[in-house]
Every structure is written in structure tokens, then in C-alpha cells.
């Protein structure tokens, strides 16, 4: 491939005229045996046929056809004549480019120079004095102006000049050419009048990439006491490009232009008169996105593969947003469309893509490889981008003990998962030989990829790995990097600088799924960086293991494999954390909180940590590994026999019965949890669900997910809370202000009743899906009687649209007040379900997730023991019945002493079922309810767990 090299410019050459510059060019290809001397004629047979000036103080002389017989090598030298040479009468060279190519592989070489031309560089050419400059200078970026049909708009309804100055700066902002701030930028005492109606305003600040919106209101308004109706909003940097720019003003100034301005209000009209990029009047077909998730990677590679085969050019822009191709994956990923977004398709003429446009559009509808749900068009509401919240916990070390996160005896070679460190040069030695080990790299990465895709029978894994494939075949991505290596950049540098900015990029737009997207690119981008600096990658071992990794989210857990993590061992984390929680669910022994340390045990090393006590051991004795396989075989023939009969009633012996039923976050958890005996869903989290999701999911898909539930219940009651976000459970599109306390904060119902329109949407969605069946709705960290009264107003509003005949409503007990209260509530409600992580973490004022403390917070506290007596006593008073959601109920310490305080409903993870209900049988009630009582009196957790023996 022919580039422009650093050590292929020569300084300081000298001619007297045209044929002995051109003497000259060809003296230095002999010298670097590219031809032999008779390659002269042909580059002067060249000058005759054709100009070979091109611009800018640059000439690129090259060969006839006849005479590629005297090329030995292609290749292409820079000569720099800093007096000049007169090249055709009129125009003087300051650069000549020589090019010795034995097939059109000069086009290459004009491809970068013709970018390069849009900018004036003729002087810096001219005064040149280094190789590096000249080099920089053919290959800078060019300088740019947007001013394209989507940044015009017209019959704009304007009061005043705020409303117009909004909408200006609102079209720069939707096509992405200017970030929040940009308007306060503006400052209209700074407007020039250009002429009749037409005014002009620019700003500096916040601008993404130099831009022209053309803004013309309904009807003339005043300003200054001069009429404005057209207001050209100009966004410029220093990429501004004058010359573009000047042309713009030379036709805004004009006098007939203006009024040809004045009197059209077609935007497409407006576009051609001003010289603006329309878009082409090619065949359209737009199509509403209904994917849950947008158009992420996987659907975006399935429509790249539909696409790419297709002769003739094909764009797709999302709502009223720029035009990219359909054939990039990247390109694709940046329209960043959600489910809900109108995507239009354009395909040139007469070509296979415009016949196809129908086919593609069907294959968008049918979910580009994923199940949809259809959506409803006439109720589609604007999806609100947010920042993403950080929350982080560090904490200090402690040797081997941690937290007791998720039961259960875990062994396993370690598999250390942490931020790796790449060195490498900056520069590297050659164009070729930084471009050779880059295509080594990514063709390994691509092999093992390959290999993972052939290996694995998991279907998501399958298609995540060929998103990844996509990625590194992205003609886009590789185009950027190979510009990167073509400015002497090294293989490792050019790869890292352009994955590193693509990746802020899509971070900047502060949209989950681009976020989602930044971490794949910086995946496949660490995995190629790894083998260009010889970095091993650090591979899962064969065997099922320990992951040890600082620490792990709820997302982060659901998605790990459970046939390959025998454990979790964490540096930070709480056990109610909900990361502990997903983990119990997948019935993974987990540590956490085990102090940064754990994250210098070697790869390999076998690790045994036991999740009941929050032990781990180091290169433990082998006898050690024999006495945890032992009782780890106790531990499994006791489930063993509690699964057998997981679907029998939890039935003391003296013959009183207890609902035991499962906490679940995905909709999908529901069979396996009718399968281990629940007899009810107790919680749905549906939080949980939420984040599955990359945007809000709307009524259609949420009441799609609440079917599956109530469907695989098949007449089991299901108790849903109603969204329980903030605290550790952000979610990235819904926004929370940055809080001090966030579990003190807006959370739960606190923040829901300040969106009821969330609100409304979920409970209408609730009620739809529920046809009737046993249907429970509470709402979460109800700590005022208002509270609970405003939420169900809105709940009584929905049911009169949509009445549901088995229907109970009731509230979580999770805050001390609610506790306290529950004489008064119990009255209005129809039953409580007491959340004891929370009301444990708000009554001891211990963060669940604290690394230190959190083991304190013990929910057999009898402080938090006196709060659900009361809450059990004064919701029995009124009939109304109670269950306990929280980690508590599934404790075989706490299993006698809840059911001695009298709750009717244990729900807890549904791993933890059968050997919940299997205790319950073997109980007797007349004795747990005095254990119970004694509970009560006694002074701390650690009495009553010995009480319980
Ligand atoms: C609880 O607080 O006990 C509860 C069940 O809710 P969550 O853990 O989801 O906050
Ligand atoms: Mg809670």
C-alpha cells in the first residue's frame, strides 16, 4: 500500500524550472531503486497530457501508463524546493510528490492529500523545515463546517428571541455539534444584523465540531426595533473552516440572497440556496427500532451483515439525525437509537440496496435477530439521556476473612481479574512494520474469538463474540487507526489512542448503551493491546474457579457462567449488598469485603473460601480440601433430599403452615423458582428488570415481562414491588442528583412519587398484564402514612381504567417509622412485607454494604425483632397478613423465630427454598413461638443466635 513516510521526504532540493525539478524527482527514485533513469519520459509525457499541480503549493508528477515498464518498486518520495519551482505558468510548487506506481495505487496517495488540500496550507508548505512538519501537515485533519438540510428548520413557533435562540441551539445540540452550555453561550447582545428578517449569532464554547444552524421563526418578531425572522446560529473552533465559512456569509450578505432567503420557508429549498449538504432524494423507509435494548451490537452487526453484500450505498440516520452507513457497525452504534426511535433508511438508486429497502426494513421490524415486543407507536414518549452515577465503597484489608456473602464451600484455582498495565513506544519504526504486527495482532485476536464462538454453546455468548468479530473487521475502525499508524505512530499507540477516543466518545454521550458499547470496544481493545506489547492474557482456567476481583456488581454477577465460577471473592462489598444477593440467588459461595490484598494472590493458586463463615484460605493443606469436599457432600446430600420434596407445603409438626415463597429480579427466574417449590412470587424486584433494560422500558415491554411472571405462576399469587431505585441500585437513565447519603436519599418510593408518571406507567402495565390473577403491589420505603396514601391514589386512578378483581395492595416495612406506624397502616393496607436488609441497615444505622460494619448489622438484633413483632401484632389486629422479603428469611438461625413472631409468608431467594421449607417441617410452632418471645428480651444478635443454639 502506498503512504507518505517520514523518511521518504527529502529538504532542501533546488530547481531552476519544471525539467529539472523533474530531473531531480527522478534522480531520487534511482537512488532508492524504485525505477531506472527512462522513467523520466514518462513523467515528463505526464506534464504533457495532464496538469499535475494540485493545490496548495503541491504538485504530484507521476508516470504514463506506457511507462510503468521502468518501475522496479512502487513507491512514492516527497521532495521539498523551498525557493519554489514555476510549475505550470501560472503556479509555483513547493512540494512535489513523486509517485512510482505500477497500478492506480496513486489514488491512495491523493485520497489522504485531497483531506489534507481542504485546509490552506499552501504557506506552512512553502516554510517547511522538517520532514515531520510536511508529513503532519499532508495528513491534519481538515478543517470543517457542518451546514447540512437537518440543521435548517423552518416555520419554528417563536415568541420571542429566547424561543428562537432555544430551537437554534436545540438543532446544533440534536445533531451532535454542540454539548449542554452551548446555549448560555449566546450572547445576543453580541447578534450582527445581516439584513431584512436576518440575523446572525455565534459562541465558541461547548462546540463539538464547527457548525451552522438556520432557525426561521412562523412570524416576524422584534429585536432592537428591526424585524427577525431567520436566525443563523454559528457554533465555530479553531476546526473552523473560513473558507467554507466566508462563502456562507458572502451568500448571507448578499442582497438577493437574502431575499430569496427571506421568501422560501422549505428547509430543503433553504439548504440548496445556501449551499448546505441536502439529503439525497433517494428512496426512504423509516421504521420505529423495537428493540428492548436499541440498536446495540448485536442487532447492529445482524443489519451490517444484510447490509454489507448489498451493492449501492445505503444510509440510515435515527429521528431527524445525521445520515451514516448501514455497513458500519461502529457507525451504526453511534446513532446510539433506542427501542422507540424512528430509524430512516436511504439506499442510492436504482441499485441492489434501494431494491432491498423493503427486505431490510422487515428485518428491522422482526428484531434483527431478537425476539421484539411491538410497540406501540401512537404512545411513544422521549427517552431522557442522564448522567450515569458512580458509586464506589473502598475499604481497607483484612487477612483471610471477609464477609459471609453466599452460603456454601468453594474451591478452585484463582483467577485474578484485574486492570492490566501495557507499556510500548509511542513512535514506531516504520509505516510497514507497525502496520505488519497490527494485522498479526488483530488476526489473533480474531482466531481466539473465533475459537470461543465454535466452543461455547451459549447463544448470548455466541453473539456477543461475533459483535466482537464485527468490531475488529470495521472498515471505519480500521481506516482510524491506519490513519493513526500512518502518522508514525506505533502499532500499539495508533490501536490505543483511536479505541481510547472512540470509547470517551461514546462515554461523553452519556447514554448507557454507548457506554455499553465503550466497554466492548475497550475490550476487543485490550485484547489486541495485549498481544502487540506481549502482554498474556490472562486465560480462564480449565476448571471451575475462584474469581477474585475488586468488586463485582449485581449486573456483573448475573452474568457470570455458573458451570465455570465455583466462588466470588471480593477486596470490597457487603453481604446485603445486591451484588451478595444476585450471588446467593445463582447459589454461588461467595466472600466479600476480603480487603485489597486478595487481589495479589498469584492466577492458578487454589483458593477455598467458605461462604457461611467468610473464611478463605490460601494454598490450602490438601487434608483441608478433603474435610471441605466432605462436608460440601453433607451439604449436598442435605439439599439433595430437601429438593425432593420441594414441592410439599412448609408444615410444622404440631401442624401450622407457612407460605414460603421467592424473591426473583428476572422475569425469567420465575420457573426455576415454581420449580424449587415457591408457592408465590414474595418480591419482584422489578428495579432488576429495569436494568436489563438500556433505556426506560415502556408499557408494552414492561407489561410483556409482568405476563411472563403471572403466566409461569399459573395461578400462584405474585407480590411486585413497585421500581425501589437509588441507594446501590441507580439506574443510569433515571436521574438522581448527586447525594451525600443516597440511602438516605430519594429512593424507592421517595423518588417514584416525584415521577408519577413512571409510576402510572408501571402500575398501568401491572394491572394489564395481571387478567385477574392473584395480583399484590407494594410500594417500597413507605416511612409516612402520606406516602403510602399518594401512591395509591395513583393506583386507584389506573384501576379505574383498569379494574383487577384479585387485587391486594400493601406496603413494604423497611423503614423503622413504617414499623412504628404499623398499627395506623395496617388499618388501609391489605397486608405488609417487611424488608429486613433495609429496615436491619435503617434501625442499627449500619450501611448494608459497609465493609466493616455491614456483619454487625444483624437482622436477629432484638431491636429489629421488636420492630417486626409490632408491625406482625397490629397487621394481625386488622386481618391483614405479613411476610418477610429480606436476606433474613432464608437464615436457618432466624427460619423459628420469624414464624414464632407469627409472619405468614417467608421469601427468599429460590435456591434457598427447599431447605428452608424442609426446616419448617421439622419444627414445631408451639416452640418457636416461645423461642420467639424470649428472643425479644434478649440484648443482642449474638444472644439470640445462641439462643436459637
Ligand atoms: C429489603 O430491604 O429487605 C428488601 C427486600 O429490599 P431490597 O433488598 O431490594 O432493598
Ligand atoms: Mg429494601
Redesign the pocket.
Known amino acids: 500500500m502506498l503512504a507518505l513516510d517520514i523518511q521518504h521526504v527529502r529538504m532542501n532540493q533546488r530547481a531552476a524550472n519544471k525539467a529539472e525539478a523533474l530531473q531531480c524527482l527522478v534522480n531520487i527514485l534511482v537512488e532508492d531503486q524504485l525505477v531506472t533513469p527512462q522513467y523520466l519520459e514518462g513523467l515528463q509525457a505526464r506534464e504533457q497530457q495532464s496538469a499535475t499541480y494540485l493545490g496548495q503549493g503541491i504538485a504530484i508528477p507521476h508516470g504514463t501508463p506506457q511507462s510503468r515498464q521502468h518501475i522496479l518498486k512502487t513507491g512514492v518520495r516527497l521532495a521539498h524546493f523551498p525557493d519554489g519551482v514555476i510549475w505550470d505558468g501560472e503556479n509555483t510548487i513547493y512540494l512535489a510528490i513523486v509517485i512510482a506506481a505500477k497500478s492506480d495505487e496513486h489514488l491512495q496517495v491523493l485520497q489522504i492529500l485531497t483531506r489534507a488540500l481542504l485546509n490552506d496550507i499552501s504557506e506552512q508548505v512553502k516554510i517547511a523545515d522538517t520532514q515531520q512538519q510536511l508529513i503532519e501537515l499532508l495528513q491534519a485533519q481538515p478543517h470543517s463546517l457542518a451546514l447540512h438540510e437537518n440543521l435548517i428548520e423552518t416555520h419554528v413557533l417563536a415568541e420571542d428571541l429566547d424561543d428562537l435562540l432555544w430551537h437554534s441551539a436545540q438543532c446544533l445540540k440534536q445533531q451532535k455539534m454542540v454539548e449542554t452550555g452551548f446555549i448560555s453561550a449566546l450572547n445576543p447582545q453580541h447578534m450582527i444584523h445581516l439584513g431584512e428578517n436576518i440575523w446572525s449569532i455565534s459562541a465558541n464554547q461547548h462546540v463539538l465540531s464547527p457548525a451552522v444552524s438556520i432557525v426561521k421563526a412562523e412570524n416576524t418578531l422584534q429585536y432592537q426595533d428591526k424585524n427577525l425572522q431567520t436566525l443563523i446560529c454559528i457554533a465555530s473552533n479553531e476546526q473552523l473552516d473560513l473558507i467554507q465559512f466566508n462563502r456562507l456569509m458572502d451568500v448571507l450578505f448578499d442582497p438577493n440572497q437574502q431575499q430569496q432567503l427571506h421568501d422560501q420557508q422549505d428547509a430543503h429549498q433553504i439548504a440548496q440556496l445556501i449551499g448546505a449538504e441536502i439529503i439525497p432524494d433517494w428512496p426512504t423507509r423509516t421504521v420505529i427500532l423495537a428493540n428492548a435494548h436499541g440498536l446495540h451490537a448485536r442487532p447492529s452487526s445482524y443489519l451490517v451483515n444484510i447490509c454489507k453484500g448489498l451493492q449501492g450505498e445505503i444510509q440510515v440516520a435515527v429521528d431527524q439525525g445525521q445520515y451514516v452507513s448501514a455497513k458500519s457497525v461502529t457507525r451504526l452504534l453511534s446513532l446510539g437509537c433506542k427501542r422507540g426511535q424512528k430509524l430512516t433508511f436511504i439506499a442510492e438508486p436504482e441499485t441492489q440496496a434501494a431494491v432491498q429497502l423493503d427486505q431490510i426494513i422487515e428485518a428491522v421490524k422482526q428484531g434483527l435477530g431478537e425476539t421484539v415486543e411491538p410497540i406501540d407507536e401512537s404512545n411513544l414518549v422521549q427517552v431522557q439521556q442522564t448522567p450515569v452515577l458512580d458509586f464506589n465503597n473502598d475499604q481497607s484489608d483484612q487477612q483471610n476473612k471477609g464477609i459471609a456473602a453466599s452460603s456454601g464451600l468453594a474451591f478452585g484455582p484463582a483467577h485474578v481479574v484485574k486492570a492490566r498495565t501495557f507499556q510500548y513506544d509511542r513512535y514506531g519504526h516504520s509505516l510497514k512494520s507497525e502496520t505488519e504486527k497490527l494485522d498479526i495482532a488483530i488476526h489473533s485476536v480474531k482466531n481466539s474469538i473465533r475459537q470461543y464462538i465454535t466452543k461455547t454453546d451459549i447463544d448470548a455468548i455466541k453473539q456477543i463474540f461475533t459483535a466482537h468479530l464485527e468490531m475488529l473487521e470495521d472498515p471505519d475502525l480500521l481506516q482510524n487507526v491506519h490513519k493513526n499508524l500512518a502518522q508514525n505512530l506505533s502499532a500499539p499507540a495508533a490501536w490505543h489512542e483511536y479505541i481510547e477516543s472512540a470509547a470517551k466518545a461514546q462515554e461523553a454521550l452519556n447514554d448507557h448503551l454507548l457506554a455499553e458499547r465503550a466497554a466492548d470496544l475497550r475490550d476487543i481493545g485490550d485484547r489486541v493491546l495485549a498481544v502487540l506489547c506481549g502482554v498474556e492474557e490472562i486465560k480462564e482456567p480449565e476448571t471451575p474457579y475462584i474469581l477474585i476481583k475488586h468488586d463485582i456488581g449485581p449486573s456483573d454477577v448475573a452474568k457470570l457462567n455458573k458451570d465455570r465460577v465455583a466462588g466470588i471473592l471480593t477486596a470490597v462489598g457487603g453481604a446485603?449488598a445486591?451484588s451478595a444477593?444476585v450471588a446467593r440467588a445463582l447459589a454461588i459461595p461467595a466472600v466479600v469485603g476480603a480487603g485489597s490484598s486478595i487481589l495479589q494472590i498469584k492466577s492458578h493458586t487454589t483458593v477455598l473460601i467458605n461462604g457461611d463463615n467468610g473464611e478463605f484460605v490460601i494454598e490450602p493443606e490438601p487434608n483441608l480440601i478433603d474435610q471441605a469436599i466432605a462436608e460440601r457432600q453433607r451439604q449436598q446430600q442435605i439439599r439433595y433430599e430437601a429438593e425432593a420434596q420441594c414441592q410439599h407445603n412448609a408444615i410444622t409438626i404440631d401442624g401450622h403452615q407457612v407460605e414460603v415463597a421467592a424473591?426473583i429480579g428476572k422475569v425469567q427466574a420465575t420457573q426455576q423458582a415454581v420449580e424449587r417449590g415457591a408457592e408465590a412470587i414474595g418480591?419482584l424486584?422489578t428495579e432488576l428488570v429495569f436494568m436489563q433494560h438500556n433505556s426506560a422500558p415502556d408499557e408494552a415491554t414492561q407489561e410483556a415481562e409482568y405476563r411472563i411472571v403471572m403466566n409461569t405462576l399459573a395461578g400462584r399469587p405474585l407480590v411486585v414491588?413497585t421500581l425501589?431505585v437509588g441507594?446501590d441500585?441507580p439506574l443510569p437513565y433515571l436521574p438522581i442528583p448527586e447525594e451525600e447519603n443516597p440511602f438516605l436519599g430519594l429512593r424507592g418510593i421517595r423518588l417514584t412519587l416525584r415521577k408519577p408518571e413512571l409510576l402510572h406507567q408501571q402500575l398501568t402495565a401491572l394491572l394489564k398484564a395481571a387478567d385477574d390473577r392473584p395480583l399484590r403491589i407494594m410500594f417500597?420505603m413507605i416511612g409516612r402514612v402520606e406516602e403510602w396514601r399518594s401512591a395509591k391514589a395513583i393506583l386507584d386512578d389506573v384501576r379505574i381504567q383498569y379494574p383487577c378483581k384479585n387485587l391486594q395492595v400493601g406496603i413494604?416495612i423497611?423503614v423503622p417509622a413504617a414499623a412504628l406506624l404499623a398499627p395506623i397502616l395496617a388499618k388501609e393496607v391489605d397486608f405488609f412485607s417487611?424488608?429486613?436488609?433495609?429496615?436491619t441497615?435503617y434501625t442499627m444505622a449500619i450501611d448494608r454494604g459497609h465493609p466493616l460494619l455491614s456483619a454487625e448489622a444483624d437482622g436477629l438484633h432484638p431491636s429489629v425483632l421488636l420492630l417486626i413483632d409490632q408491625t406482625v401484632r397490629a397487621a394481625h389486629a386488622h386481618g391483614k397478613w405479613v411476610g418477610i422479603?429480606?436476606?433474613l428469611a432464608a437464615d436457618p438461625k432466624a427460619v423459628p423465630i420469624l414464624m414464632g413472631l407469627g409472619v405468614d409468608e417467608l421469601s427468599m431467594s429460590s435456591t434457598s427454598i427447599p431447605l428452608v421449607k424442609a426446616q419448617i417441617r421439622q419444627l414445631n410452632y408451639a416452640q418457636s413461638q416461645q423461642l420467639a418471645q424470649k428472643a425479644l428480651s434478649c440484648e443482642s444478635a449474638f444472644d439470640v443466635r445462641q439462643l436459637v443454639g
Do not use: A, V
Not at 417487611?834 to 429496615?839: F, H, S
Open positions: 446485603s445486591h444477593i424473591n418480591l424486584r414491588r425501589d441507594g441500585k417500597p413494604m423497611e417487611i424488608g429486613t436488609n433495609d429496615l441497615q422479603c429480606g436476606e
